[in-house]
């Protein structure tokens, strides 16, 4: 069974990028490696042809499951978001409950998550007790070393 995930523009088009890429660059290059290492000789003892084979084994694996993820991807409408509650691609201004702290995520598909610019999954701890929740609410977020909880200051959408 495979896995509907959804994803911004930006972030298909960025998937689709890095597939034609593979296809396109790195497939030509594998081949070609195994066609210099085919011509060095005596193949069963060639450890150069074995490790090219290898790697054009890993990179067609590579390109396989990349198709298959293009192919179940959903692209999201964000002009038909509803900002009354966290959803995926909602940003959300949020306040830790213990020390005061006020941060600002989006949250995004977990391809997409890059906590440097304030991007979160929405599989992540902090993503799942966010989604659902509406401004005022708290969110009670599960996280190793025990609860933390959240005040849903802000939802929006970037």
Request: charged share 30%; aromatic share 4%.
């Amino acid at each position: 069974m495979s896995k509907v995930s959804y994803y911004t523009a930006e972030g298909l088009k960025k998937l689709k990028d890095e597939l034609e890429h593979l296809k396109a660059v790195e497939r030509p290059k594998a081949s070609q490696a195994i066609a210099d290492a085919r011509d060095k000789g005596d193949l069963s003892e060639n450890a150069e042809y074995d490790a090219a084979k290898e790697a054009q084994g890993l990179l067609e694996m590579k390109i396989s499951k990349m198709e298959e993820v293009v192919a179940n991807a959903r692209l999201i409408d964000e002009s038909q978001l509803d900002t009354s509650k966290v959803l995926v691609l909602s940003t959300v201004k949020i306040k830790n409950q213990v020390n005061g702290m006020e941060m600002k995520y989006t949250l995004v598909a977990e391809s997409e998550a890059d906590l440097k610019t304030g991007k979160i999954s929405v599989t992540s701890p902090i993503g799942k007790g966010l989604l659902g929740k509406k401004v005022g609410e708290i969110a009670e977020v599960k996280v190793p070393n025990g609860t933390m909880n959240f005040e849903i200051l802000e939802i929006t959408r970037d």
